[in-house]
């Protein structure tokens, strides 16, 4: 069946490093990518989306990267800070389904050292 | 601000208790969404609705049931609670097939 998966369930950085956490997703129909990223206690908290006829889409200091041909997302934090350390999640959809949920991927724990 | 509530952050049942769950969202969004979430599992879908009385199961729905009377409101039913429903569960709400956004979750203990 389709799944969505990260590559490493953790990742460490210092701070002010660049921090990139990865994806890995099955369902070649997908055209619909979100990442999450979700802090100790609380609800997952949408961070940027792109949709398939994209390959990268840039917000405040992440960008997501989006390959196709090899069915791979990335996420990448600039100048990781401190407030950053969470659990990030990636989840696809198709965007032809109303109501359709999102399949979620298991998680990458970013830690950020000072 | 897209706003999606949830009736309790921490909440202890005993098994066998019949638990509601209600969720509440103020951006009349049409379809609603509930999940649990496990360590090593990820967030798993229990059911769904896309419109007032319309309900779809996701991929755990046994043992549970959902209602959702009002647009805004859609409330995740444990008939007979059992200690493998411990878990934190999600609720999350979106327009058409838009991105989901997630209630802060309800960490629910069952003894």
């Given at each position: 069946g389709e799944s969505v998966g990260l590559h490493l369930p953790t990742l460490s950085v210092q701070e002010g490093d660049n921090s990139i956490i990865n994806c890995a997703y099955s369902n070649s129909a997908s055209d619909y990518f979100i990442w999450y990223k979700q802090e100790s206690g609380k609800g997952p908290q949408f961070i940027i989306d792109i949709r398939s006829n994209m390959d990268k889409r840039q917000g405040q200091r992440v960008t997501v990267l989006l390959n196709k041909t090899v069915k791979h997302l990335s996420l990448q934090i600039a100048?990781?800070?401190?407030?950053?350390s969470a659990v990030y999640f990636c989840a696809e959809s198709e965007?032809?389904?109303?109501?359709t949920a999102l399949i979620f991927g298991k998680g990458t724990t970013l830690s950020v050292s000072s | 601000d897209v706003k999606v509530t949830q009736s309790s952050r921490y909440l202890v049942k005993r098994t066998g208790e019949k638990v509601f769950l209600e969720c509440v969202q103020d951006?009349?969004?049409e379809n609603m969404f509930w999940y649990r979430q496990d360590p090593g599992l990820g967030l798993r879908l229990i059911y769904f609705s896309y419109d007032v009385k319309m309900k779809e199961k996701g991929d755990i729905p046994e043992g549970y049931s959902v209602s959702r009377e009002k647009k805004e409101r859609f409330s995740l039913i444990l008939e007979s609670a059992s200690t493998n429903q411990t878990s934190m569960y999600l609720c999350a709400s979106n327009e058409s097939t838009d991105t989901q956004y997630f209630g802060p979750g309800t960490r629910l203990t069952v003894l």
């Open positions: 100048a990781t800070q401190p407030g950053d965007d032809n389904q109303a109501g | 951006m009349d969004h």
